[in-house]
């Protein structure tokens, strides 16, 4: 079992910027894939960023170049960088882990909120 406890959403306005954490226990040495996804009132969840355990990144088109995902392997700990923000960033971002390529968990989310 993995738990996943992320931290660091707020409101912030528009052009402004947050870091996410996201803090990793139990099985962790059976992680492959760490990632971000959000999900905005009436919309489906939708992937913002993955990272591997070897810090491969990959990234929804709609953020690149503003977010950055990272990782800390010593600390069990993935970080999202979010940048530029715009009012549709807007949503509750959930952690998610993969374990043993199978396994997927994912975290109580973080509101953030960005005004215009």
């Known amino acids: 079992q993995v738990q996943l406890v992320e931290s660091g959403g707020g409101l912030v306005q528009a052009g402004g910027s947050l870091r996410l954490s996201c803090v990793a226990s139990?099985?962790?040495?059976?992680?492959?894939?760490m990632g971000w996804y959000r999900q905005a009132p009436g919309k489906q969840r939708e992937l913002v960023a993955t990272?591997?355990?070897?810090?491969?990144?990959n990234y929804a088109g709609s953020v690149k170049g503003r977010f950055t995902i990272s990782r800390d392997n010593a600390k069990n700990t993935v970080y999202l960088q979010l940048g530029s923000l715009k009012p549709e960033a807007t949503a509750v971002y959930y952690c998610?882990?993969?374990?043993?390529?199978?396994?997927?968990?994912w975290g109580q989310g973080t509101q953030v909120t960005v005004s215009s």
């Open positions: 998610n882990a993969v374990a043993l390529l199978k396994f997927e968990y």
């Open positions: 139990g099985s962790i040495f059976s992680l492959n894939i």
């Open positions: 990272i591997t355990k070897g810090g491969s990144t």
